[in-house]
């Protein structure tokens, strides 16, 4: 992703951390549309809400690109599948819509963690990841945050919604201390590493995947701190819906042994 895209985003990003920048209002069925409020599509059509995030849809020359997205549209090709894919910004709106029924699947970075499955069928892993915290170097080359520990006290964004809420509620007891969680209500990873990188918040937490594609244009940024082990990355699907997700484990498994496959995984991961 070019720097012109991120600086795109941060122009609409000027109200900072008091609004939401809204770019989850399109949602397309044949057609792009700009709508007020996502319709769910009728009949077998298959309702998706996918994140905007360099990983799973985003725009390129004005292109729909992205490793899930691409796996989506490949799969729904192959098995005779109609998609409405409604782009979202927060994931916290995207699974209400799911438990409303407004939704079919959510298409994200989404941890496989215990607190999602409880709520949600999950599907097998779609790829691995990890979270990691971003922050800005010092002007001599150092980072604030050397380890967890350095956290203690501390305030941390996450995405509205981000199961990694989870694993930092969880390091807040194992350290005895607390660690001070945000979210900011619209803005997805992309957005928070963005404005970690411009000094607007002091850190936050994200898929790695996300931070280094982010850190490519902002090299003031450090994301070497990890703050999870690796993860299975998931498709969350409506509860109740497990002719779906049976059908989408099986379909990813036998794609996953493809050289499609692997060739998204080069190009994206």
Not at 46 to 59: D, G, H, K, Q, W
Not at 87 to 103: C, H, I, K, M, T
Not at 165 to 184: A, P
Request: charged residues 20%; proline residues 4%.
């Amino acid at each position: 992703m070019k720097e012109s895209r991120r600086t795109t985003i941060l122009i609409g990003l000027a109200a900072a951390v008091l609004v939401a920048i809204g770019i989850g209002r399109r949602c397309t069925g044949g057609t792009s549309s700009l709508v007020m409020e996502y319709q769910r599509p009728r009949g077998d059509t298959l309702a998706v809400a996918i994140e905007m995030s360099p990983t799973t849809y985003t725009f390129e020359n004005d292109s729909a690109e992205g490793f899930d997205y691409e796996l989506l549209r490949v799969l729904a090709a192959e098995h005779g599948m109609e998609l409405s894919i409604c782009p979202v910004s927060n994931l916290e709106s995207a699974f209400q819509g799911l438990y409303d029924g407004r939704f079919d699947l959510i298409v994200a970075n989404i941890a496989a963690t215990s607190r999602v499955a409880d709520y949600f069928p999950l599907t097998d892993a779609v790829y691995l990841d990890r979270q990691v915290l971003v922050q800005r170097r010092l002007a001599d080359g150092s980072v604030p945050v050397n380890g967890q520990l350095d956290l203690r006290g501390d305030t941390v964004y996450l995405p509205a919604g981000s199961p990694a809420r989870l694993r930092m509620e969880n390091m807040s007891g194992e350290m005895g201390d607390t660690v001070y969680l945000k979210s900011i209500p619209g803005h997805n990873g992309e957005h928070l590493a963005i404005l970690t990188a411009r000094g607007v918040i002091p850190r936050a937490v994200v898929s790695r995947r996300v931070a280094e594609s982010v850190a490519e244009d902002y090299p003031e940024l450090d994301i070497s701190t990890p703050v999870s082990f690796n993860q299975k990355q998931v498709w969350a699907v409506a509860p109740g819906d497990s002719a779906l997700l049976d059908s989408l484990n099986i379909w990813l498994a036998k794609f996953k042994t493809t050289e499609a496959y692997s060739r998204l995984e080069h190009r994206y991961l």
